[in-house]
């Protein structure tokens, strides 16, 4: 099975990308699947903290994204935090948009889920959590509209 990263390697990997997207309009060379950063404030400190994430897009043109953190036993700190107060703010290619993270459940959530997910994903077999996908009410589609972005 393969190891989840810690939080340490998380928060320096994620720097990095940070960096590159805004550098570059929202063009990184990795990951090697769109991304678009996410700020949150914090739940308990009201901080903004901001991570990029792959995200995709349903048939109607919605971003949406899961809150996977490749497979660790708990959700992402961000995930929390939007939980806490879905107001977030979301930078996509040289844009940024405020929006509103909505955590799907049920069907919603399946169906969005296997937009992204191959059946025997590899961070599902590092937990038994089932993860969360957040829709970001009102954020556009991209103009070459990425539509599944794998989470492995």
Known sequence: MPSVPSDEEFLAYNQ???SEF???HGVVTQPPFP???LTTTGARTGRQA?????FA?????RVFVVASKAGAPTHPAW??????????????GGQS???RAVVTAG?????????VSLIGSEYEKNTDRVFPVIVLEGVPAPPDRHRNVSLD
């Open 35 to 37: 991304i678009l950063l």
């Open 50 to 54: 901001t991570v990029p994430l792959g």
């Open 107 to 115: 069907e919603e959530r399946d169906r969005l889920y296997r937009m």
């Open 57 to 61: 897009l349903d048939d109607s043109g």
């Open 22 to 24: 805004r550098a570059n």
């Open 97 to 99: 948009f405020q929006a």
């Open 79 to 92: 995930f929390h935090n939007l939980r806490a107060n879905p107001s977030v703010t979301v930078e996509l």
């Open 16 to 18: 990095g990308v940070i």
